[in-house]
């Protein structure tokens, strides 16, 4: 099955730095990728995804980018503030007959100290 | 647009007994998915289902069951509640492959 694994796992960036995190993912025929934010007590939510005819997509500050090749797809938050803070998902799925399972990588958790 | 309501929020139970939890989704989404949420294994797939019908399954054990039902809501259940079950549960509304998750019930096993 899919295997997504996901570095760091933990960040720590100066309020107006970029934050980069990576995923990998094992599954070639994997073609959607989302990212998720989420925050204590919450469930997450999706901040941006990328399809694999794309490379790259933004949106504000945020952007995802995405390597068919090498299987390798990340996210990047530029003038990061406090209330980006969070536990960051990167996921990948296949479109199938039988639905889309999203397989998580582990979490990043980014912290944006002022 | 109401977004997606699970209940309950937090659930104890004994080792032994069985538990159901809620799901109602994103109004017009026809797709329901669950998800376990635990501190060592992270976000891992339960199953999908789509007009009332199981169409994908992860790789947990037979204990953990559900359904959908006309209006789309969906229930899973969890019988003989295991300590490693407590975990905080995940309902996704699917529209394609986008998801949008519910905040979750956090269910406590002692």
């Known amino acids: 099955g899919e295997n997504v694994e996901q570095h760091p796992s933990t960040l720590s960036v100066q309020e107006g730095d970029s934050a980069v995190i990576k995923c990998t993912y094992s599954?070639?025929?994997?073609?959607?990728f989302p990212w998720y934010k989420q925050e204590l007590g919450k469930g997450p939510q999706l901040i941006i995804d990328?399809?694999?005819?794309?490379g790259e997509k933004k949106d504000q500050r945020i952007a995802v980018t995405l390597n068919k090749t090498a299987k390798h797809f990340s996210l990047h938050i530029t003038e990061t503030q406090p209330e980006d803070s969070a536990v960051y998902f990167c996921a990948a799925s296949r479109d199938s007959n039988s639905g889309y399972a999203l397989n998580f990588g582990k979490g990043t958790s980014l912290l944006v100290t002022p | 647009k109401a977004g997606v309501t699970q209940t309950p929020r937090y659930l104890i139970k004994t080792r032994g007994q069985q538990v159901t939890l809620s799901c109602s989704p994103i109004s017009g989404h026809r797709s329901v998915s669950w998800y376990q949420q635990t501190p060592g294994q992270g976000l891992q797939f339960l199953f999908e289902y789509f007009s009332e019908t199981q169409r994908n399954k992860g790789n947990f054990p037979g204990r953990f069951s559900g359904r959908q039902f006309s209006n789309s809501r969906s229930e899973m259940n969890v019988s003989t509640l295991e300590l490693g079950d407590s975990a905080l549960y995940l309902c996704a509304s699917t529209d394609g492959p986008e998801a949008f998750f519910g905040q979750g019930t956090r269910l406590t096993v002692v």
């Open positions: 599954d070639s025929a994997s073609n959607y």
């Open positions: 990328i399809r694999s005819n794309v």
